[in-house]
């Protein structure tokens, strides 16, 4: 096959892994989250404690946009706020206990779904294709 002819296939095969995993973002609880609040729910978890300036740049948005969306999960009591050594210069973000749950529950959401994928593969297919992966991530840095 051509690399245009791969590339066609492509397409259909990421726009039909991305369709499932939109599906993982309806997280079962009382709080409407948006996608964008979800990973960032989600990036917070990971690191446990960030400064605003250090999560837009995880996120790949600007700071004002940072802030709106930290501004609603302080709202919905899922983040919160503070600074770092009493320095207001310098803003900080945490997950409460409720934004911890979202966050883990999303993740495991993810793990079960990510496993089923590999499921369907050989051990030695799942080790190229987590190989492959890693590269096409590394080359989008």
Avoid: P, W
């Amino acid at each position: 096959m051509t690399t245009i002819e791969n590339t066609t296939r492509l397409v259909g095969i990421i726009d039909k892994i991305s369709k499932h995993f939109a599906s993982i973002e309806n997280i079962d609880c009382d709080i409407s989250i948006s996608k964008t609040e979800l990973l960032t729910l989600e990036s917070i978890f990971e690191q446990k404690e960030f400064t605003m300036s250090k999560l837009a740049q995880k996120l790949g948005i600007s700071y004002s946009a940072a802030t709106v969306n930290i501004d609603h999960l302080v709202e919905k009591k899922l983040v919160i706020r503070g600074n770092k050594n009493g320095d207001r210069r310098v803003v900080t973000v945490f997950l409460s206990d409720k934004g911890k749950e979202i966050a883990s529950t999303y993740r495991e959401q993810k793990k079960v779904s990510y496993k089923k994928m590999l499921d369907v593969l050989t051990e030695k297919e799942q080790q190229s294709f987590v190989i492959i992966l890693e590269k096409i991530a590394n080359m989008m840095k």
